[in-house]
């Protein structure tokens, strides 16, 4: 028994280890949703950098945006939920019951957006980080920026 609980704690402190090495050192893969970043369209895929006291917008090797942690004024996160209709069509056709279970099925899509002043230049972006990565983007921001993520869900709007 021994044996075992000492094999047990070497896989996992090894393991443990180990995650620090694989963790993602170049940043994170974002999808620009829209902003004021010039030469970008929607739905293109960045890095995201994370780094010091600043943030930084990359295409490749090319820097897009340079954004001092000391010139972001706002932190926000909401959350698009939505049903998969297509897929639940598609699966219906080979297994109706499938298809039916699939029509419960909801789709989240994270988003993060940054709004920055530096002296004159001012500006902001949106964009979609993956379902593993959007805590850990907020977590960075706020950690360099010391400003707290508003949830854009939370607010409501009267017309």
């Not at 893969?29 to 006291?53: C, F, H, P, Q």
């Not at 949106?126 to 977590?139: T, V």
């Amino acid at each position: 028994m021994r044996i075992i609980l000492a094999r047990l704690m070497t896989i996992t402190l090894s393991f443990s280890m180990a995650l620090p090495a694989l963790a993602n050192s170049d940043g994170y893969g974002v999808t620009y949703d829209g902003g004021s970043v010039t030469d970008v369209k929607a739905g293109t895929g960045l890095r995201l950098l994370i780094e010091g006291s600043q943030i930084q917008l990359m295409r490749g090797k090319a820097e897009l945006a340079t954004i001092p942690a000391s010139a972001v004024t706002e932190i926000s996160y909401g959350q698009d939920v939505h049903r998969r209709v297509g897929t639940a069509i598609g699966l219906a056709i080979i297994s109706f019951g499938a298809g039916a279970f699939m029509l419960l099925a909801k789709s989240k899509k994270h988003y993060v957006g940054l709004t920055w002043a530096n002296g004159d230049a001012k500006g902001g972006f949106a964009m979609q980080c993956d379902k593993n990565d959007y805590r850990g983007i907020l977590a960075g921001l706020e950690g360099i920026t010391g400003k707290k993520a508003v949830n854009s869900d939370a607010m409501t709007v009267k017309n």
